[in-house]
Protein backbone atom coordinates (compact mmCIF):
# COMPACT_ATOMS: atom_id res chain seq x y z
CA UNK A 1 0.00 0.00 0.00
CA UNK A 2 2.33 2.48 0.52
CA UNK A 3 4.59 1.77 -1.96
CA UNK A 4 2.44 3.50 -4.35
CA UNK A 5 2.45 6.95 -1.57
CA UNK A 6 4.37 10.04 -2.11
CA UNK A 7 6.50 11.29 0.50
CA UNK A 8 3.95 13.69 1.38
CA UNK A 9 1.07 11.30 1.62
CA UNK A 10 3.18 9.50 4.09
CA UNK A 11 3.71 12.23 6.14
CA UNK A 12 -0.33 12.72 5.45
CA UNK A 13 -0.30 9.52 7.41
CA UNK A 14 2.39 9.96 10.05
CA UNK A 15 0.87 11.68 13.31
CA UNK A 16 1.51 12.43 17.13
CA UNK A 17 -1.03 13.61 19.45
CA UNK A 18 1.82 15.82 20.92
CA UNK A 19 0.17 18.87 20.18
CA UNK A 20 -3.18 18.04 21.33
CA UNK A 21 -4.95 18.43 17.51
CA UNK A 22 -5.77 14.89 16.45
CA UNK A 23 -7.43 13.65 13.54
CA UNK A 24 -10.20 11.87 11.19
CA UNK A 25 -10.47 9.16 8.99
CA UNK A 26 -7.87 9.72 5.74
CA UNK A 27 -7.25 9.07 2.63
CA UNK A 28 -4.16 9.64 1.03
CA UNK A 29 -3.36 12.87 -0.40
CA UNK A 30 -6.74 14.30 1.37
CA UNK A 31 -6.87 17.01 4.12
CA UNK A 32 -10.00 16.50 7.04
CA UNK A 33 -9.67 20.17 7.41
CA UNK A 34 -10.66 21.32 4.39
CA UNK A 35 -12.60 24.42 3.67
CA UNK A 36 -16.16 24.18 4.02
CA UNK A 37 -19.15 25.59 2.52
CA UNK A 38 -21.40 27.13 5.05
CA UNK A 39 -25.12 26.58 4.78
CA UNK A 40 -25.75 29.69 3.38
CA UNK A 41 -24.15 33.01 2.85
CA UNK A 42 -21.99 34.22 6.01
CA UNK A 43 -21.40 37.56 7.56
CA UNK A 44 -18.07 36.43 8.97
CA UNK A 45 -14.88 34.03 7.91
CA UNK A 46 -13.91 33.70 11.18
CA UNK A 47 -14.18 34.25 15.03
CA UNK A 48 -12.21 35.85 18.07
CA UNK A 49 -13.57 35.12 21.10
CA UNK A 50 -12.70 37.03 24.56
CA UNK A 51 -13.70 35.15 27.74
CA UNK A 52 -12.94 36.27 31.32
CA UNK A 53 -13.18 33.99 33.72
CA UNK A 54 -14.71 34.23 37.21
CA UNK A 55 -17.90 35.71 36.17
CA UNK A 56 -17.88 39.98 35.46
CA UNK A 57 -20.21 41.98 37.06
CA UNK A 58 -21.87 43.96 34.23
CA UNK A 59 -23.27 46.92 36.40
CA UNK A 60 -19.60 47.75 36.79
CA UNK A 61 -18.80 47.31 32.94
CA UNK A 62 -20.91 47.32 30.15
CA UNK A 63 -24.21 48.17 31.79
CA UNK A 64 -23.57 50.94 34.45
CA UNK A 65 -26.82 51.63 36.68
CA UNK A 66 -26.93 55.64 38.08
CA UNK A 67 -30.12 54.08 40.01
CA UNK A 68 -28.04 51.82 41.68
CA UNK A 69 -25.42 54.38 42.90
CA UNK A 70 -28.20 56.45 43.87
CA UNK A 71 -29.68 54.07 46.24
CA UNK A 72 -26.52 51.86 47.35
CA UNK A 73 -27.19 50.53 50.83
CA UNK A 74 -30.84 50.54 50.54
CA UNK A 75 -32.01 47.24 52.25
CA UNK A 76 -33.20 44.57 49.46
CA UNK A 77 -33.60 41.56 51.40
CA UNK A 78 -32.72 39.93 54.39
CA UNK A 79 -28.78 41.08 55.15
CA UNK A 80 -28.53 42.18 51.63
CA UNK A 81 -28.33 46.18 50.33
CA UNK A 82 -27.80 47.68 46.89
CA UNK A 83 -24.04 48.32 46.25
CA UNK A 84 -23.30 51.20 43.63
CA UNK A 85 -20.54 50.35 41.37
CA UNK A 86 -17.51 52.26 42.77
CA UNK A 87 -16.31 53.48 39.56
CA UNK A 88 -18.03 56.37 37.11
CA UNK A 89 -18.87 55.59 33.05
CA UNK A 90 -19.54 57.73 30.45
CA UNK A 91 -21.42 57.93 27.30
CA UNK A 92 -18.77 57.07 24.08
CA UNK A 93 -19.33 57.99 20.30
CA UNK A 94 -22.24 58.79 17.65
CA UNK A 95 -24.47 56.48 19.80
CA UNK A 96 -24.07 57.26 23.43
CA UNK A 97 -23.33 53.76 24.97
CA UNK A 98 -22.95 54.18 28.60
CA UNK A 99 -19.95 52.00 29.59
CA UNK A 100 -17.63 52.37 32.65
CA UNK A 101 -14.52 54.11 32.88
CA UNK A 102 -12.84 50.98 33.62
CA UNK A 103 -13.02 50.20 29.98
CA UNK A 104 -11.59 53.73 27.91
CA UNK A 105 -9.91 51.73 25.28
CA UNK A 106 -12.62 49.73 24.24
CA UNK A 107 -15.26 52.48 25.07
CA UNK A 108 -13.49 54.22 22.40
CA UNK A 109 -14.64 51.68 20.30
CA UNK A 110 -18.72 51.98 21.24
CA UNK A 111 -19.90 52.55 17.98
CA UNK A 112 -18.76 49.18 16.57
CA UNK A 113 -20.11 47.50 19.84
CA UNK A 114 -23.47 45.45 20.21
CA UNK A 115 -23.93 44.65 23.85
CA UNK A 116 -26.46 42.19 24.71
CA UNK A 117 -27.76 43.16 28.15
CA UNK A 118 -30.27 40.90 28.70
CA UNK A 119 -27.71 37.55 28.67
CA UNK A 120 -29.32 34.57 31.33
CA UNK A 121 -27.68 31.20 31.83
CA UNK A 122 -29.15 28.59 33.72
CA UNK A 123 -26.35 27.76 36.71
CA UNK A 124 -24.13 29.63 38.95
CA UNK A 125 -21.58 27.87 39.38
CA UNK A 126 -18.23 28.44 37.96
CA UNK A 127 -17.47 25.10 36.70
CA UNK A 128 -20.66 24.52 35.18
CA UNK A 129 -21.50 28.23 33.11
CA UNK A 130 -18.32 27.78 31.85
CA UNK A 131 -18.88 24.56 30.30
CA UNK A 132 -22.53 26.30 29.42
CA UNK A 133 -20.69 29.12 28.10
CA UNK A 134 -18.56 27.38 25.72
CA UNK A 135 -20.79 23.95 24.71
CA UNK A 136 -24.55 25.26 25.79
CA UNK A 137 -23.97 21.91 28.01
CA UNK A 138 -24.25 22.47 31.71
CA UNK A 139 -23.27 19.07 32.81
CA UNK A 140 -21.04 16.18 31.29
CA UNK A 141 -18.41 17.50 28.29
CA UNK A 142 -19.84 17.76 24.80
CA UNK A 143 -18.00 20.01 22.20
CA UNK A 144 -17.30 23.55 22.72
CA UNK A 145 -18.27 26.26 20.34
CA UNK A 146 -14.61 26.43 18.69
CA UNK A 147 -14.67 22.65 17.90
CA UNK A 148 -18.42 23.31 16.42
CA UNK A 149 -16.88 26.01 14.11
CA UNK A 150 -13.88 24.38 12.98
CA UNK A 151 -16.47 21.41 12.16
CA UNK A 152 -18.73 23.39 10.30
CA UNK A 153 -15.81 25.46 8.47
CA UNK A 154 -12.76 23.78 7.68
CA UNK A 155 -9.48 25.59 8.03
CA UNK A 156 -8.31 27.92 5.37
CA UNK A 157 -4.23 27.48 6.54
CA UNK A 158 -3.36 23.18 6.39
CA UNK A 159 -0.21 24.30 8.12
CA UNK A 160 -2.11 25.69 11.15
CA UNK A 161 -4.88 24.01 13.54
CA UNK A 162 -8.09 26.10 12.62
CA UNK A 163 -8.65 26.25 16.30
CA UNK A 164 -6.43 27.73 18.81
CA UNK A 165 -6.74 28.87 22.47
CA UNK A 166 -4.58 31.54 24.22
CA UNK A 167 -4.88 30.17 27.72
CA UNK A 168 -1.99 31.01 30.29
CA UNK A 169 -3.81 29.65 32.89
CA UNK A 170 -6.64 27.13 32.78
CA UNK A 171 -10.42 28.18 33.60
CA UNK A 172 -12.58 26.89 35.72
CA UNK A 173 -13.36 23.18 34.05
CA UNK A 174 -10.21 23.02 32.11
CA UNK A 175 -9.71 22.09 28.75
CA UNK A 176 -12.95 20.76 28.43
CA UNK A 177 -14.53 24.06 27.08
CA UNK A 178 -12.25 23.76 23.69
CA UNK A 179 -12.76 19.90 23.46
CA UNK A 180 -14.15 18.38 20.81
CA UNK A 181 -15.77 15.40 22.60
CA UNK A 182 -17.59 13.02 19.71
CA UNK A 183 -16.67 15.72 16.86
CA UNK A 184 -13.28 14.10 15.23
CA UNK A 185 -10.56 14.87 17.52
CA UNK A 186 -9.01 17.25 15.10
CA UNK A 187 -11.19 19.77 15.93
CA UNK A 188 -10.56 20.67 19.38
CA UNK A 189 -8.62 23.60 20.40
CA UNK A 190 -5.35 23.57 20.60
CA UNK A 191 -3.50 25.28 23.41
CA UNK A 192 -1.07 27.86 22.99
CA UNK A 193 0.43 29.11 26.72
CA UNK A 194 1.87 32.59 26.28
CA UNK A 195 5.71 33.25 26.65
CA UNK A 196 9.17 31.63 25.44
CA UNK A 197 7.71 28.80 24.11
CA UNK A 198 3.70 29.73 23.39
CA UNK A 199 3.62 25.97 21.77
CA UNK A 200 5.96 23.39 23.48
CA UNK A 201 8.57 21.24 21.43
CA UNK A 202 7.49 23.23 18.54
CA UNK A 203 11.40 23.54 17.01
CA UNK A 204 13.01 19.88 16.71
CA UNK A 205 16.35 19.67 17.97
CA UNK A 206 19.23 20.75 15.45
CA UNK A 207 20.78 17.27 16.30
CA UNK A 208 18.26 14.90 15.28
CA UNK A 209 16.49 17.23 13.15
CA UNK A 210 17.67 15.59 9.88
CA UNK A 211 16.46 12.13 10.97
CA UNK A 212 12.67 13.47 11.26
CA UNK A 213 11.58 12.43 8.14
CA UNK A 214 13.19 8.86 8.50
CA UNK A 215 11.38 8.63 11.66
CA UNK A 216 8.31 9.98 10.30
CA UNK A 217 8.98 7.19 7.35
CA UNK A 218 8.77 4.53 10.01
CA UNK A 219 6.09 5.50 11.95
CA UNK A 220 4.33 5.83 9.06
CA UNK A 221 4.59 2.08 8.21
CA UNK A 222 3.53 1.25 11.42
CA UNK A 223 0.54 2.98 12.23
CA UNK A 224 -0.99 2.29 8.68
CA UNK A 225 -0.44 -1.36 9.11
CA UNK A 226 -2.00 -0.97 12.16
CA UNK A 227 -4.49 0.94 11.09
CA UNK A 228 -5.52 -1.35 8.21
CA UNK A 229 -6.46 -3.82 10.41
CA UNK A 230 -8.64 -1.64 12.87
CA UNK A 231 -11.19 0.25 10.13
CA UNK A 232 -13.16 3.10 11.34
CA UNK A 233 -10.73 3.49 14.32
CA UNK A 234 -11.34 7.84 14.88
CA UNK A 235 -9.31 7.90 17.46
CA UNK A 236 -6.48 6.85 15.48
CA UNK A 237 -6.86 8.20 12.53
CA UNK A 238 -7.06 11.43 13.99
CA UNK A 239 -3.71 10.95 15.91
CA UNK A 240 -2.12 10.19 12.29
CA UNK A 241 -3.46 12.67 10.92
CA UNK A 242 -2.14 15.39 13.57
CA UNK A 243 1.83 14.87 12.14
CA UNK A 244 0.56 16.53 9.16
CA UNK A 245 -0.45 19.21 11.28
CA UNK A 246 2.44 19.67 13.34
CA UNK A 247 4.96 19.54 10.29
CA UNK A 248 3.58 22.72 9.11
CA UNK A 249 2.92 23.73 12.10
CA UNK A 250 7.18 24.07 12.22
CA UNK A 251 6.91 25.81 9.05
CA UNK A 252 4.28 28.60 9.69
CA UNK A 253 4.12 29.34 13.50
CA UNK A 254 7.50 30.52 14.34
CA UNK A 255 6.71 32.84 11.61
CA UNK A 256 3.10 34.03 12.62
CA UNK A 257 4.99 34.57 16.19
CA UNK A 258 7.27 36.68 14.75
CA UNK A 259 6.80 40.81 14.97
CA UNK A 260 9.57 41.79 12.95
CA UNK A 261 7.88 42.93 9.96
CA UNK A 262 5.32 45.18 12.65
CA UNK A 263 5.75 48.43 12.51
CA UNK A 264 6.73 50.76 15.52
CA UNK A 265 3.08 51.98 14.90
CA UNK A 266 1.20 48.67 15.33
CA UNK A 267 3.33 47.99 18.53
CA UNK A 268 2.42 51.09 20.12
CA UNK A 269 -1.59 50.51 19.22
CA UNK A 270 -1.22 47.61 21.31
CA UNK A 271 1.30 48.77 24.13
CA UNK A 272 3.65 46.23 23.52
CA UNK A 273 7.11 45.94 22.31
CA UNK A 274 8.85 43.85 19.83
CA UNK A 275 9.96 41.52 22.78
CA UNK A 276 6.58 40.85 24.23
CA UNK A 277 5.17 37.13 24.28
CA UNK A 278 3.64 36.99 26.91
CA UNK A 279 0.94 39.82 27.50
CA UNK A 280 -2.79 40.05 26.91
CA UNK A 281 -1.75 42.72 24.51
CA UNK A 282 0.49 40.53 22.82
CA UNK A 283 -2.18 37.51 22.36
CA UNK A 284 -4.62 39.88 21.09
CA UNK A 285 -2.11 40.40 18.10
CA UNK A 286 -1.33 37.17 17.53
CA UNK A 287 -5.23 36.98 16.95
CA UNK A 288 -5.12 39.16 14.12
CA UNK A 289 -1.33 37.43 12.57
CA UNK A 290 -3.94 34.42 12.97
CA UNK A 291 -6.57 35.74 11.82
CA UNK A 292 -4.91 36.94 8.62
CA UNK A 293 -3.46 33.20 7.94
CA UNK A 294 -6.89 31.46 8.10
CA UNK A 295 -7.22 30.31 11.56
CA UNK A 296 -11.26 29.98 11.84
CA UNK A 297 -11.35 30.06 16.10
CA UNK A 298 -9.30 32.14 18.36
CA UNK A 299 -10.00 31.94 21.75
CA UNK A 300 -8.42 33.88 24.39
CA UNK A 301 -9.13 33.30 28.07
CA UNK A 302 -8.00 35.91 30.42
CA UNK A 303 -5.24 34.95 33.03
CA UNK A 304 -7.54 37.18 35.53
CA UNK A 305 -10.34 36.17 37.67
CA UNK A 306 -13.05 38.59 38.18
CA UNK A 307 -14.62 36.40 40.94
CA UNK A 308 -14.95 39.62 43.39
CA UNK A 309 -16.93 38.52 46.18
CA UNK A 310 -14.64 40.73 48.23
CA UNK A 311 -12.18 43.48 46.92
CA UNK A 312 -14.31 45.12 44.02
CA UNK A 313 -11.09 47.40 43.89
CA UNK A 314 -9.09 44.35 41.76
CA UNK A 315 -11.43 45.51 38.47
CA UNK A 316 -8.86 48.09 37.99
CA UNK A 317 -6.04 45.52 37.49
CA UNK A 318 -7.91 43.08 35.72
CA UNK A 319 -9.73 45.43 33.68
CA UNK A 320 -6.61 47.18 32.85
CA UNK A 321 -4.93 43.96 32.09
CA UNK A 322 -7.45 43.66 28.86
CA UNK A 323 -8.75 46.54 27.73
CA UNK A 324 -6.39 48.29 25.64
CA UNK A 325 -5.59 44.97 23.54
CA UNK A 326 -9.67 44.37 23.22
CA UNK A 327 -9.90 48.03 22.26
CA UNK A 328 -6.39 47.84 20.19
CA UNK A 329 -7.50 44.61 18.06
CA UNK A 330 -10.47 46.17 16.76
CA UNK A 331 -8.90 49.63 15.77
CA UNK A 332 -6.44 47.25 14.12
CA UNK A 333 -8.81 44.90 12.22
CA UNK A 334 -10.58 47.69 10.73
CA UNK A 335 -7.30 49.28 9.68
CA UNK A 336 -6.37 46.17 7.78
CA UNK A 337 -10.08 45.87 6.31
CA UNK A 338 -10.86 42.84 8.30
CA UNK A 339 -13.01 44.08 11.05
CA UNK A 340 -16.63 42.99 8.74
CA UNK A 341 -15.51 39.39 8.22
CA UNK A 342 -13.97 39.14 11.73
CA UNK A 343 -16.85 38.37 14.80
CA UNK A 344 -15.67 39.51 17.88
CA UNK A 345 -17.04 38.20 20.85
CA UNK A 346 -16.58 38.94 24.22
CA UNK A 347 -18.49 37.15 27.49
CA UNK A 348 -18.15 35.53 30.79
CA UNK A 349 -19.50 33.09 33.15
CA UNK A 350 -22.38 35.24 34.15
CA UNK A 351 -22.95 38.68 36.04
CA UNK A 352 -22.46 39.67 39.71
CA UNK A 353 -25.34 40.89 42.06
CA UNK A 354 -26.12 44.14 42.29
CA UNK A 355 -26.18 43.96 46.06
CA UNK A 356 -24.54 42.61 48.95
CA UNK A 357 -24.26 41.09 52.18
CA UNK A 358 -24.34 43.97 54.70
CA UNK A 359 -21.09 42.86 56.20
CA UNK A 360 -19.53 42.23 52.68
CA UNK A 361 -20.58 45.29 50.63
CA UNK A 362 -16.73 45.66 48.75
CA UNK A 363 -18.02 42.48 47.13
CA UNK A 364 -20.82 40.83 44.80
CA UNK A 365 -21.73 37.28 44.43
CA UNK A 366 -22.57 34.95 41.49
CA UNK A 367 -25.41 35.92 39.14
CA UNK A 368 -26.96 33.69 36.37
CA UNK A 369 -30.39 35.72 36.04
CA UNK A 370 -29.05 39.05 33.75
CA UNK A 371 -25.58 39.86 32.57
CA UNK A 372 -23.61 41.35 29.53
CA UNK A 373 -21.62 39.84 26.77
CA UNK A 374 -20.73 41.86 23.47
CA UNK A 375 -20.17 41.14 19.64
CA UNK A 376 -18.17 43.75 17.56
CA UNK A 377 -17.78 43.21 13.58
CA UNK A 378 -18.61 40.16 11.44
CA UNK A 379 -22.36 41.39 10.28
CA UNK A 380 -23.22 42.71 13.97
CA UNK A 381 -24.68 45.85 13.93
CA UNK A 382 -22.36 48.45 15.94
CA UNK A 383 -23.31 51.65 18.63
CA UNK A 384 -26.26 49.38 20.35
CA UNK A 385 -27.10 47.65 22.93
CA UNK A 386 -29.48 45.29 22.71
CA UNK A 387 -31.83 43.91 25.86
CA UNK A 388 -32.39 45.36 28.96
CA UNK A 389 -32.17 45.16 32.74
CA UNK A 390 -33.64 47.43 35.55
CA UNK A 391 -32.84 50.41 36.63
CA UNK A 392 -30.40 48.04 39.14
CA UNK A 393 -29.48 45.71 36.82
CA UNK A 394 -31.32 42.81 38.55
CA UNK A 395 -33.70 41.61 36.20
CA UNK A 396 -34.58 41.35 32.75
CA UNK A 397 -36.85 43.61 31.11
CA UNK A 398 -36.90 43.47 27.41
CA UNK A 399 -35.72 41.25 24.84
CA UNK A 400 -33.87 38.40 27.25
CA UNK A 401 -31.16 35.86 25.34
CA UNK A 402 -30.13 32.90 26.50
CA UNK A 403 -27.15 31.36 25.93
CA UNK A 404 -28.59 29.23 23.62
CA UNK A 405 -29.87 32.25 21.57
CA UNK A 406 -26.39 33.50 22.01
CA UNK A 407 -24.95 30.71 20.36
CA UNK A 408 -27.33 30.11 17.36
CA UNK A 409 -26.85 34.11 16.73
CA UNK A 410 -22.66 33.20 16.17
CA UNK A 411 -23.49 30.16 13.98
CA UNK A 412 -25.84 32.19 12.09
CA UNK A 413 -23.54 35.12 11.17
CA UNK A 414 -20.89 32.59 10.19
CA UNK A 415 -23.10 30.58 7.59
CA UNK A 416 -25.02 28.35 9.58
CA UNK A 417 -28.75 27.03 11.04
CA UNK A 418 -27.95 26.10 14.31
CA UNK A 419 -30.53 23.56 13.94
CA UNK A 420 -28.76 22.01 10.94
CA UNK A 421 -25.54 22.30 12.00
CA UNK A 422 -25.07 18.97 13.58
CA UNK A 423 -23.13 15.47 14.11
CA UNK A 424 -25.19 12.10 14.66
CA UNK A 425 -23.44 10.45 17.76
CA UNK A 426 -24.96 7.61 20.38
CA UNK A 427 -28.38 7.61 18.69
CA UNK A 428 -29.20 11.28 17.98
CA UNK A 429 -28.05 14.16 16.39
CA UNK A 430 -26.47 16.31 18.59
CA UNK A 431 -25.84 20.15 18.01
CA UNK A 432 -24.48 23.28 20.21
CA UNK A 433 -27.62 24.65 21.18
CA UNK A 434 -29.02 21.51 22.70
CA UNK A 435 -32.82 21.20 22.04
CA UNK A 436 -33.61 24.80 21.54
CA UNK A 437 -31.88 28.77 20.74
CA UNK A 438 -33.13 31.51 18.38
CA UNK A 439 -31.08 33.68 16.03
CA UNK A 440 -31.23 37.56 17.55
CA UNK A 441 -31.79 39.03 13.91
CA UNK A 442 -32.50 42.34 15.61
CA UNK A 443 -28.62 43.03 15.83
CA UNK A 444 -27.81 41.41 12.45
CA UNK A 445 -26.79 44.29 10.29
Known amino acids: MLNNLSRRDVLRHAVTGALGLGAAPLLAGTNPLAPQPSQFAAKAKRVILFFMPGGVSHVDSFDPKQALKKDDGKEVGKDRVLTGSMWGSKQYGESGLEISDLFPFTAQCADDLCLLRSLHGDKGDH ?8 SGAMAGTLPGIGAWVSYGMGTQNPNLPSHVVFAEKLPYAGSQSWDSNFLPAYHQGTRIKPGA ?3 ANLNPDPLTASQQSRELDLLARMNARHRDGRPGDEVLDARMYSFEAALGLQQTAPEVFNLADETQATLDLYGIDGNDSKSFAWQCLMARRMSEQGVRFIEIVDKGNWDAHSNMKSYEKLSKNVDRGMGALITDLKQRGLFEETLIVWCTEFGRTPSAKKSATDGRDHYKDAFTCWLAGGGVKGGMAYGATDEHGIGIVENPVHIHDFHATILHLLGF ?27 IA
Open 127 to 134: FEATLSMH
Open 197 to 199: EPI
Open 417 to 443: DHTKLTYFYSGRDFRLTGLWGNVVTDI
